[in-house]
């Protein structure tokens, strides 16, 4: 048990044929999926960088998850997706750590486990744990 690595790189944005065309562009980005995430009233693509994956998203409709963090913060990055092998485990000891979890537990969506902790454990950066 344990992070293995950062895979992601979230980044809230306004227009995201926009960022897809800066990022795949200017920075060379392999563009993969394109999704519309319902349950948090967004869509997102993966724009691959290496081994990273840059996950740009943006609202569908305003009081979704990155309609209302851009209205909160603007445009910029929203999370950092990391991957452990077995993400229950990881739950706990974020718990006993003291760790501010905002998912009491993980979530799962298509065969992925994923999780989000607070941006206040973590000095203003919020965390996304995956496994795969």
């Avoid at 293995?4 to 944005?13: Q, R, T």
């Avoid at 227009?15 to 065309?21: E, P, R």
């Avoid at 997102?44 to 851009?70: N, Q, S």
Wanted: net charge negative.
């Amino acid at each position: 048990m344990g992070i293995e690595k950062v895979i992601e790189v979230g980044v809230a944005v306004k227009d995201l044929d926009k960022a897809i065309k800066l990022f795949t562009e200017v920075l060379g980005a392999k563009l993969g999926q394109t999704v519309d995430f319902e349950p948090y009233g967004m869509k997102f693509a993966m724009c691959r960088i290496g081994d990273v994956d840059f996950e740009l998203m943006a609202p569908t409709k305003p009081d979704g998850v990155i309609g209302k963090f851009i209205e909160a913060r603007g445009e910029g990055l929203h999370h950092i997706a990391l991957k452990t092998d077995n993400i229950d485990k990881q739950w706990e000891h974020f718990a006993k750590k003291g760790v501010k979890l905002i998912d009491k537990s993980p979530n799962v969506y298509e065969g992925h486990k994923f999780g989000f902790i607070h941006p206040k454990s973590f000095n203003g950066v919020m965390f996304e744990i995956i496994q795969d």
